[in-house]
């Protein structure tokens, strides 16, 4: 073996290794970028009075949860796969619930 491909083959594996870390992180920022969204996505609802006041606040509340969920996870710097979940799990619901209230 040459040793362009024993690098090669080093940087492979170390590349490998660091696949799990990244994505983990990406989904770390994706939590607090969806959080973001849906806070603004309420935000052009109440302006385009697609909700009322009521309806922007109480979304406002779900939402603030969530925030206050994710920070409480994050604290250790990590997030678990179960944690993950009912973030997700949660987001998903304030999505739909801004969804109903918009065109129920």
Not at 44 to 55: D, P, S, Y
Not at 56 to 71: M, R, T, V, W
Not at 81 to 91: H, Q, V
């Amino acid at each position: 073996m040459n040793i362009i491909t024993g690098i090669k083959s080093i940087v492979a594996v170390a590349l490998l290794m660091s696949v799990p870390s990244i994505v983990f992180a990406a989904s770390n920022g994706t939590f607090q970028s969806r959080i973001d969204k849906q806070t603004k996505a309420v935000e052009v609802a109440r302006k385009a009075k697609e909700i009322n006041f009521a309806e922007s606040q109480s979304l406002k509340k779900e939402i603030k949860a969530i925030q206050d969920l994710y920070d409480k996870y994050w604290k250790d710097k990590k997030i678990s796969p179960k944690e993950a979940k009912k973030l997700e799990s949660k987001l998903n619901n304030s999505d739909v619930n801004l969804f109903r209230k918009k065109y129920d």
